[in-house]
């Protein structure tokens, strides 16, 4: 039977989201059988609910929200309203995202003392490493299922992917793979096996792709500990005279203010509404946003260095066959400084239907150039670039008082300037993407500037001096010992490696921290 628990009930943990941080505590809580409540601002939609066209689901599962942008980036011009394209519903991103699940590099966690201080960036070590982490790294990846790991095979190799294999070994690059992702790739798992439709991006409709919305949020349901609320977007955190979060206000689905009162309150709503939320808190004992004491909340906002390279090549390769992401160069994501900047790269498969090609091959951009390419989209390869950026101060979340959203509650603006470093591996990683597909005989490569951001890290990040971010190495923040961080947006760095696994690994992890002091009355 699904709970169904009092808005007075203060016993209960509230999570904040239900994606791949907010999703697998849900689940990891009830199942040690604490009482969780999850919020979840979207609607809630199953594979048989998912749809293979790229705008009708954009226009499903997308978070549409207001937003505005600031800063040099591109996105701003290009995509002012749409900074990130993440998912509004049970599941969260997971969603949409493409399963890539990649361990952090042990050097990645300690980012400060590997690289040296960078002009303009503001590094930090984790206050945790690879060692701590990889018993939690083994849990996720048997939880997602990951290929390539625990002695489940790969996946097979697409059109796109044997492009991109064939390109990568004439460079000399060995590190070459269908990569570990968190799709089914046997019959005799606990999902359906992939079935290689090709719409990684839109929700599996095979239920092959690990997602909290049908594993997650449906097994925690069934211990009778969780009970999630649909179309519940919070508006604030509450707390008493000594400080201590006590529940949250939420807009439900009519747009009737309800209170949640909660005895731990975490925030899992991504990395631009998770420090939004802590900042639209601000009472008089917290003027500047709650667990802001060190002014840190909404800064260092990280979303990858990314862009694209599409090969063109004589004959059909029809890449949107097979796994979106199936795929992998690793070998440039080693910290090399002699290639003239710190951190590294992925390079991973990528295939974009048309309507999207339309949009992102050349955003606002027209004539012959675009056209032709668009006319060979059959015989088109393309990669994607994923590298660690530096944090910066100035890369924050803001709210803008000025733009309220449908709610009234001010909106969150997003600003974002590259750093040097950004720009140095971009153009590092362009050109040699670009080598790759030259190297098969390619006749025409496009390096294609960044998309709406998908992987949106720090804004409230972790720390081990409370100065220096917003929560400790569990999450939980610095000023108000009841009040944790479950998202992207606790990553002190963001590495190189697609992020969710270690979402997930953290998820875990804090779960059993949140149950264990919850038992012994710290909590």
């Known amino acids: 039977m699904v709970a169904k628990f009092e808005l007075t009930d203060n016993s209960v943990v509230v999570i904040i989201g239900t994606g791949a941080g907010g999703g697998t505590l849900a689940n990891e809580l009830a199942q040690k059988g604490v009482k969780v409540v999850a919020l979840e601002a979207g609607g809630r939609y199953l594979p048989q609910d998912y749809v293979n066209d790229e705008w009708e689901s954009f226009g499903q599962l997308a978070w549409l ?27 969260g991103s997971t969603t949409h995202w493409a399963g890539a699940s990649l361990r952090f590099q042990d050097h990645e966690w300690k980012a400060l003392t590997t690289y040296g201080r960078v002009d303009g960036a ?38 796109n992917y044997k492009v991109l294999e064939k390109g990568a070994l004439e460079l000399g690059y060995k590190e070459v793979s269908t990569g570990r992702m ?56 509450l707390h008493d005279d000594d400080g201590k979060v006590t529940g949250v206000v939420y807009f439900d689905a009519d747009g009737n203010e309800q209170t949640q009162l909660a005895r731990i309150v975490c925030v899992a709503g991504n990395t631009i509404e998770s420090p939004r939320l802590l900042l639209n808190s601000a009472t008089e004992m917290f003027p500047d946003g709650l667990a802001n004491s060190s002014g840190q909340v909404g800064r260092n906002y990280m979303r990858h260095v990314t862009g694209s390279v599409y090969g063109v090549f004589d004959k059909p390769v029809k890449m949107w066959r097979g796994t979106t992401m199936a795929g992998i160069v690793q070998d440039e994501a080693r910290h090399d400084p002699s290639r003239g900047f710190v951190a590294g790269y992925e390079l991973e498969t990528l295939a974009l239907g048309l309507p999207f090609m339309a949009a992102f091959l050349d955003p606002g951009g027209w004539g012959r150039e675009f056209t032709t390419a668009l006319d060979s989209y059959e015989n088109m390869a393309g990669m994607w670039i994923v590298g660690e950026d530096m944090p910066q101060e100035t890369n924050r979340i803001t709210v803008n008082r000025d733009q309220p959203d449908q709610f009234g509650l001010p909106s969150p603006n997003v600003h974002f300037s590259d750093h040097p470093n950004d720009i140095a591996m971009r153009n590092h990683a362009y050109k040699q993407g670009m080598d790759i597909y030259k190297a098969v005989g390619a006749t025409r490569v496009f390096p294609t500037p960044p998309y709406p951001s998908t992987h949106n890290l720090g804004t409230n990040r972790m720390s081990e001096n409370p100065r220096d971010g917003v929560v400790n190495k569990w999450g939980q923040t610095h000023d108000i010992p009841n009040l944790f961080v479950s998202d992207g947006s606790q990553f002190t760095t963001g590495a190189a490696e697609n992020p969710t696994l270690t979402i997930v690994a953290l998820a875990i992890r804090q779960a059993d921290h949140i149950a264990s002091e919850m038992a012994a009355g710290n909590l």
Not at 213 to 232: D, F, M, S, W
């Open 182 to 237: 968190a799709i089914q790739s046997t019959d005799d798992g606990p999902r359906m096996a992939c079935q290689q439709t090709g719409f990684c991006f839109q929700g599996c409709k095979w239920g092959a792709k690990w997602s909290t919305a049908y594993t997650e949020i449906p097994e925690g349901e069934a211990t009778g500990n969780l009970e999630v609320r649909e179309r519940a977007h919070v508006a604030r955190i």
């Open 65 to 91: 929200d207001k937003r505005t942008t600031s800063g040099d980036w591109r996105v701003a011009r290009d995509f002012s309203g749409l900074p990130s394209w993440i998912v509004k519903a049970v599941g």
């Open 122 to 159: 503001n590094l930090l070590d984790w206050p945790i490493d690879g060692a701590e982490m990889a018993p939690w790294y083994d849990l996720a990846e048997e939880k997602m299922g990951v290929t390539l790991t625990g002695g489940r095979p790969g996946l097979p190799g697409n059109n």
